[in-house]
């Protein structure tokens, strides 16, 4: 079946530090891959999308690259900001048209120390 | 983009007792959906709360335990019904919005944080 791994949390980094969140998948077929942030006391947002192989999003600093030979699709920012505070989820939808019936990861809480 | 409602945004509930979880929605909708995350895990999908007929469930959830209502395009609830402990969960919903573009058109409430005691 579908899934996503990603990295364990909580991390912790420092201001302008760089960021890397470590997620992989396993999906049928030709998935499309997301990572959704959400902010303390707010609903999840979708912080960047790939669609296809080798695509990479990018929104807000962040970049996550749709690699299908290592079924990864990890979330980098070169300089962290106290604001990038949040938790990060990785996911996948089955189906490159849309992204209703979407499967995620656990979560990754990242704390930017100023 | 949809702004979402969700309310309660947090209980503490006695076994055995039901809540009811609001949601609304900014703007019509076509789809709504239920998500649950449990301590530790994963966003899991309930339902999906179709206007005007009865939610499609997913593999694992069953309409007992947690009875969805839809009654127009802009508000939902899910109650979750005669709860234990194992129930503690955020609960989410989600709402799809066609007016923006292709895969970006999932937006989800702040969540109604859920204790069982």
């Known amino acids: 079946g579908n899934s996503v791994t990603q990295m364990e949390g909580p991390v912790t980094l420092s201001e302008e530090a760089f960021l890397t969140i470590n997620c992989t998948y396993t999906?049928?077929?030709?998935?499309?891959l997301f990572w959704y942030v959400q902010y303390p006391g707010e609903g999840l947002q979708l912080l960047l999308k790939?669609?296809?192989?080798?695509d990479k999003g990018s929104n807000k600093g962040f970049e996550a690259t749709y690699r299908k030979e290592t079924t990864s699709f990890h979330l980098e920012k070169g300089s962290v900001q106290v604001s990038d505070s949040a938790v990060y989820f990785c996911?996948?939808?089955?189906?490159?048209?849309?992204?209703?019936?979407?499967?995620f990861g656990k979560g990754t809480k990242l704390t930017v120390n100023p | 983009s949809a702004v979402i409602s969700q309310k309660p945004s947090r209980d503490i509930c006695q076994r055995g007792t039901s809540l009811t979880i609001q949601c609304q929605v900014d703007s019509q909708v076509t789809m709504m959906f239920w998500y649950r995350q449990q301590p530790g895990q994963s966003l899991t999908l309930i339902a999906t709360?179709?206007?005007?007929?009865?939610?499609?469930?997913e593999s694992g959830f069953v309409i007992d335990k947690f009875p969805i209502s839809r009654p127009n395009l802009t508000f939902s609830t899910l109650t979750v019904s005669n709860m234990s402990p194992e129930d503690s969960s955020i609960y989410l919903c989600?709402?799809?919005?066609?007016?923006?573009?292709?895969?970006?058109?999932?937006?989800f409430g702040s969540g109604t944080q859920l204790s069982v005691l």
């Open positions: 989600s709402v799809e919005d066609r007016r923006v573009g292709p895969n970006e058109k999932l937006f």
């Open positions: 999906a049928t077929g030709y998935p499309s």
């Open positions: 709360a179709n206007q005007g007929s009865e939610a499609t469930y």
């Open positions: 996911a996948l939808s089955p189906s490159q048209g849309g992204s209703e019936k979407l499967v």
């Open positions: 790939a669609t296809k192989a080798d």
